[in-house]
């Protein structure tokens, strides 16, 4: 099943209202894992006021505890952050089909099969980005 691309914005407290503006149709909204429960529900209730009915709202979490807290705000996407393959397996239950599941951290070829394997729905792999290696290109032209 081909996934579309979407943006992910990560926004420390989504309390900026120009966030909101700032973003097309197409975005997401990420909350990072530094937030209390009342300042995630919070963040998440200001976010579903902002955002049109076909944006979706992530919330990054490490633990059962902070998957509890996600699933009890609303989230539509949880960002499965570091985890083991036993306890991805085990959120992954734990969530069901209430939200869709994102694993990341710790992916390459050697573990995303493992990974897959735990029912999650969404891979990111940030060594697209932070672990390429660099191209020593020239712009240097001879006739």
Wanted: proline share 1%; with cysteine; net charge negative.
């Amino acid at each position: 099943q081909r996934i579309p691309h979407t943006m992910k914005i990560e926004v420390e407290v989504c309390d900026r209202d120009e966030v909101a503006e700032a973003l097309d149709v197409g975005a997401d909204i990420l909350l990072l894992d530094n937030m209390t429960l009342e300042e995630l529900a919070a963040a998440v209730s200001r976010a579903r006021q902002k955002i049109p009915h076909t944006m979706k709202i992530e919330v990054e979490v490490r633990d059962r505890e902070e998957v509890a807290e996600a699933l009890e705000v609303g989230a539509d996407i949880l960002l499965l952050d570091n985890m083991s393959l036993e306890e991805l397996s085990e959120a992954v239950e734990m969530i069901g089909d209430r939200a869709v599941t994102e694993a990341s951290g710790g992916v390459n070829l050697e573990t995303v099969r493992g990974i897959a394997e735990t029912g999650v729905r969404l891979i990111s792999v940030g060594a697209l980005t932070h672990s390429c290696r660099a191209a020593d290109i020239s712009m240097l032209f001879t006739r």
